[in-house]
C-alpha cells in the first residue's frame, strides 16, 4: 500500500507541476504575452450592444404585455416611440463602429485567433 | 495511505496559494502566461484534492481505524451506505468536502467562464484561489481528515439520527449549493476588480447562480423532510440555528434571482446586485462557520472546535474585502436609469428584494443575538419560535401576494385601467375561495384564511399567466393550443420556469399553513388494548414487538389505526438502541393519505417498563404539500435552467461584436 501511495503521490505532484508550467513550456518565447483587455473602445462597443439587446427585449415584452392586456393602449402609445429611438440609435451607432473598425478585431477576437 | 491524503491536501493547498498570490500578479500586470498558468494551477487542485477524497473513502470502506475520523464517525457495524457518508458526518469530511465540490466547481467555471472575458477571467482565479485556500489551510493545519492513531478494535460510531436515506442526499445537495454561491461571487470581484463595467459576469454566472440556489432549496427541503421522518416531534423545521443558516443565504439568492433581472432588463441595480451576491456568498460562509465551528449548540453542529476563529476571520476579510472593493468601483456602478412608476414589474421586484433581505437579516439577527449575548453578558439569551413565525408573517405574507401581483403588472408602468382588467380574474376567484374557506369553517385561524386566499390568487395569476401567454403566441401564428403553449415556454424559460417554482412556493406555503395551523395534536397513556382518538382516527394499542438487527435493538409499538369502523392499518412508532454510539433514537410511524394530502403521525414518546406506551399522535392535514412542492420546485428550477439555444445565439452576436439583423 504504501508503494502505491508513493507512485500516486508522485504521478500527482509531477502532473500537477506539469500543468502549472504548461504554458511556459508551450512557448518559452511568448511573442505577445499580454492579457486581452478591451480599451475604451472596445468597452463603449459592448455598452451599446446590452443597450441595443436591452431596447430590443423591452420592445418584445412590451408588445407581448400590450397583447395580454397588461399594457393599455394610451401607455403603449407613450412607451413604444422612445424604445424604438434607443434601439435605433443604438443599433446605428454600432454599424457606425463596425464600418471604422471592420478591420480591426477586438482583443479578445485577436486573443481567440492567437 | 493517511500521508498519501496529507500529502494531496498539501499540494492542493499550494496550488490554491499559487492561483491567488501568482494569479493575482498576473491579473494586475496583465501576463498572459502566467494567468493561464495560475488557471492551470486551479484546475490541479481539483485533482490533488479528489486524490484525498478518494484516500477517505478508501479509509472509511475498508474501516481503518487507524484514521483517527474513521474511528471517531464510524464503527465495524456499521452498515456500508452510512459508513461512505460519514465522509461528511463529521467536521474534518464536510470541510474536504467543501473544498472537493469548490474545487471541482471552479474547474467548470474556468472551463465555461471565458464569456466573461479573459480580463474577468483572471481576476476570478485568484478570487477562487482565495477561497480555497482559506479551506485548504484548515484543512491541512486545523482540522485534518488525517490524523492518525494506534488503530482502535472498533469505532465509536455515526450518530444515529444521521443513520438515514437522507444522509447520502442532504448534505451533498446543500454543500453544491452553499458552495455554489462561490461562483457568483468570484465573477462579480473579478469583474469590480478588471473594472468591468458590462453584464458579462452576469452572463456567465446565470446558471451557476440559479444551480446554487435550486441545489440549496432541494438541500433544505430533504433536511425538511430528514427532520420530520426521523427526529420524531412531529414537525419538519425547527427554526433550528443552522437550518436558518441555510435558509439565510437562499433567501438572498432568491433576491439576487430577481433583481438580476432588473440589471439586464432596464440596466439598474448595478450597486444592489454586487451587495446581493456577497451577502449570499457571505451568509454560505457564515452558514458553514455555525455548522462547524459549534459555537451553537444544534442537531448538526459538531462538538466545540478550533475552527471558529478561523472561520470568523475569513468572514470579516470577505466582508470588508469586498465592500471596500465595491466602495472603489462606486463611480463605475452607477446608472442614470430611474424607476418610472411605484406601479411596475421592476417595482414590485423591488419590493420582493426589500422583504426577502429583511426576512434574512431578521434571521440573521435571531442566529446571532443569543452569541452576542452570551459574549457579552455571559449569558445565553434564546430566540425562540414566536419571534421567527412573527417576522415569517410579517414578511411571508406580503411576499406570497406579490408573487401573485408581479406576472400580472407589465414592466415600466401599469395604469389603473389595465391593472382592472388583469386583476380581475385573480381577485375574483381568491375572494371566492377565501368566503368558501370560511363558510367551510376555516376561519379558526385568521392568518390561515388569509394565507389560503393570498395563495389562490398567486394560483390564479400564474394560470391566467400561462393562458394568456398561449393565446397571444396562438394569435401569432402557432397553430395549435399544445404548439403555442410549448412555443410560450421554450421562447422564455426564465419567466416561465419562474412560475412554475412561484406555484412551487404557494404549494409549500398551503402545506405550512395547513399542518401548522389546522393540525391537531393528543398524547395519551396506554396499556395493550386500550384506545385514544385524534381528529376522525382511533387507535388501539396492542402491544410491543421487538428486532435485533447488527448494529441496534429495536422495539415497536404495534397500533392498529381506524377511521369509524374501517381498518386502516398497523402501524408501529418506536425506539431503537444503538450499540456502538451507545444512543437512543425515535422511531416514528406515518399514515400518509395521498387524497387529503395529510398525515396521521405517531410517535411512542415513552416505552415503559410495565408494558404501557405514551403515545403521540398528529394529524397534520395537507402536510405533503410540502413535499410535492419540492418536486414542482426542481421541475420550474429545470425549465429555467434549460439551455436556450436562441438566447445563446443572440448572447454569441453581442460578445463577439457582430452586428444583428433587424
Known amino acids: 500500500m504504501t508503494v502505491v501511495a508513493l507512485v500516486v503521490g508522485a504521478a500527482l505532484a509531477v502532473a500537477c507541476v506539469v500543468l502549472v508550467a504548461l504554458p511556459f513550456l508551450r512557448e518559452p518565447r511568448a511573442r505577445n504575452d499580454r492579457l486581452a483587455r478591451p480599451d475604451e473602445l472596445e468597452q463603449r462597443r459592448l455598452a451599446l450592444a446590452e443597450e441595443r439587446d436591452r431596447s430590443l427585449e423591452a420592445l418584445k415584452e412590451l408588445e407581448f404585455d400590450h397583447r395580454t392586456g397588461k399594457i393599455s393602449d394610451d401607455d403603449y402609445r407613450e412607451l413604444v416611440g422612445p424604445l424604438r429611438r434607443r434601439a435605433a440609435e ?25 | 495511505m493517511p500521508d498519501l491524503g496529507r500529502a494531496a491536501l498539501v499540494t492542493s493547498f499550494l496550488l490554491l496559494v499559487y ?46 481505524f487507524s484514521f483517527q475520523y474513521v474511528a471517531d464517525h464510524t464503527s465495524r457495524e456499521l452498515p456500508l451506505g452510512y459508513t461512505l457518508t460519514a465522509f461528511w458526518g463529521g467536521q474534518e469530511g464536510s470541510l474536504l468536502l467543501w473544498l472537493l465540490v469548490l474545487t471541482g466547481y471552479a474547474v467548470v467555471a474556468v472551463l465555461t467562464g471565458r464569456r466573461a472575458g479573459r480580463d474577468v477571467l483572471a481576476w476570478v482565479v485568484p478570487v477562487l484561489g482565495l477561497v480555497g485556500t482559506f479551506f485548504s489551510l484548515l484543512l491541512v493545519f486545523v482540522a485534518s481528515p488525517f490524523s492518525t492513531q494506534a488503530a482502535a478494535a472498533d469505532g465509536a460510531g455515526l450518530n444515529p439520527s444521521l443513520q438515514n436515506p437522507y444522509m447520502a442526499i442532504h448534505p451533498p445537495m446543500l454543500y453544491l449549493g452553499y458552495v455554489g454561491l462561490t461562483i457568483p461571487f468570484a465573477f462579480a470581484m473579478g469583474a469590480l476588480l478588471a473594472r468591468r463595467t458590462d453584464e458579462r459576469w452576469i452572463v456567465a454566472t446565470r446558471r451557476w447562480t440559479l444551480a446554487a440556489w435550486a441545489f440549496l432549496g432541494v438541500g433544505q427541503l430533504l433536511g ?90 475569513f468572514i470579516c476579510l470577505i466582508t470588508a474585502g469586498s465592500l471596500v472593493l465595491i466602495f472603489a468601483r462606486l463611480p463605475l456602478l452607477r446608472t442614470k436609469t430611474r424607476l418610472e412608476s411605484l406601479v411596475s414589474r421592476e417595482a414590485t421586484f423591488l419590493y420582493n428584494n426589500l422583504l426577502l433581505v429583511a426576512l434574512a437579516l431578521t434571521i440573521l439577527w435571531g442566529v446571532v443575538y443569543p452569541i452576542l449575548s452570551e459574549a457579552f453578558t455571559g449569558q445565553a439569551a434564546s430566540v425562540s419560535k414566536p419571534y421567527y413565525n412573527f417576522f415569517l408573517k410579517s414578511f411571508g405574507l406580503p411576499l406570497l401576494i406579490l408573487m401573485g401581483i408581479g406576472p400580472l403588472v407589465a414592466w ?17 376567484v381568491s375572494i371566492g375561495a377565501g368566503a368558501g374557506l370560511l363558510a367551510l369553517g376555516a376561519g379558526s385561524s385568521l392568518i390561515g384564511v388569509i394565507a389560503y386566499t393570498f395563495a389562490v390568487f398567486v394560483l390564479a395569476s400564474i394560470a391566467l399567466e400561462f393562458a394568456r401567454g398561449t393565446s397571444a403566441r396562438k394569435a401569432l401564428g402557432d397553430t395549435g393550443w399544445l404548439e403555442a403553449f410549448s412555443s410560450l415556454v421554450a421562447r422564455n424559460r426564465r419567466r416561465y420556469g419562474g412560475y412554475v417554482v412561484h406555484a412551487s412556493v404557494v404549494l409549500l406555503a398551503i402545506g405550512i399553513t395547513g399542518s401548522s395551523l389546522y393540525g391537531t395534536t393528543r ?16 387507535l388501539v394499542f396492542r402491544g410491543y414487538e421487538t428486532t435485533l438487527e447488527s448494529n441496534h435493538r429495536s ?4 397500533v392498529d389505526v381506524y377511521r369509524g369502523e374501517k381498518y386502516l392499518g398497523r402501524y408501529k412508532p418506536g425506539k431503537n438502541q444503538y450499540f456502538a454510539e451507545d444512543q437512543v433514537s425515535n422511531e416514528v410511524s406515518i399514515r400518509h393519505d395521498l387524497l387529503t394530502g395529510g398525515d396521521l403521525f405517531l410517535i411512542a414518546d415513552q416505552v415503559n417498563s410495565d408494558g404501557s406506551i405514551d403515545l403521540k399522535a398528529l394529524q397534520e392535514p395537507l402536510v405533503n404539500l410540502i413535499w410535492f412542492a419540492g418536486l414542482v420546485f426542481v421541475g420550474g428550477a429545470l425549465i429555467a435552467l434549460w439551455p436556450d439555444a436562441r438566447e445563446q445565439r443572440r448572447l454569441a452576436e453581442r460578445y463577439a461584436g457582430a452586428t444583428v439583423r433587424v
Open chain 2, 523 to 538: 398524547e395519551a397513556r396506554l396499556r395493550p388494548g386500550q384506545s385514544m382518538t385524534v381528529a376522525d382516527h382511533r
Open chain 2, 19 to 64: 492561483a491567488l498570490v501568482v494569479g493575482s500578479f498576473a491579473a494586475w500586470k496583465g501576463r498572459k502566461r502566467l494567468a493561464v498558468s495560475a488557471q492551470n494551477a486551479l484546475l490541479a487542485s481539483f485533482a490533488a484534492t479528489l486524490v484525498a477524497a478518494v484516500v477517505l473513502f478508501a479509509a472509511l470502506a475498508r474501516h481503518d
Open chain 2, 224 to 313: 425538511a423532510h430528514w427532520a420530520y421522518v426521523e427526529i420524531g416531534w412531529g414537525g419538519y423545521y425547527a427554526w433550528d440555528p443552522v437550518e436558518n443558516a441555510a435558509l439565510m443565504p437562499w433567501l438572498a439568492a432568491t433576491a439576487f434571482l430577481h433583481s438580476v433581472m432588473i440589471q439586464e432588463k432596464r440596466g439598474m441595480l448595478k450597486v444592489w446586485n454586487v451587495l446581493l451576491v456577497v451577502l449570499a456568498f457571505g451568509l454560505s460562509l457564515f452558514g458553514t462557520f455555525l455548522t462547524r465551528s459549534g459555537i451553537i449548540q444544534s442537531i448538526h453542529s459538531f462538538t466545540q472546535s478550533s475552527i471558529g476563529p478561523w472561520f470568523l476571520g
Open chain 2, 555 to 558: 422495539i415497536r409499538a404495534l
Open chain 1, 90 to 114: 443604438a443599433l446605428r451607432a454600432l454599424d457606425l463602429r463596425a464600418e471604422h473598425t471592420v478591420e480591426a478585431p477586438t482583443p479578445d477576437q485577436a486573443q481567440a485567433r492567437g
Open chain 2, 412 to 428: 415600466r408602468r401599469a395604469s389603473l385601467r389595465a391593472l382592472g382588467r388583469t386583476f380581475l380574474w385573480p381577485l375574483a
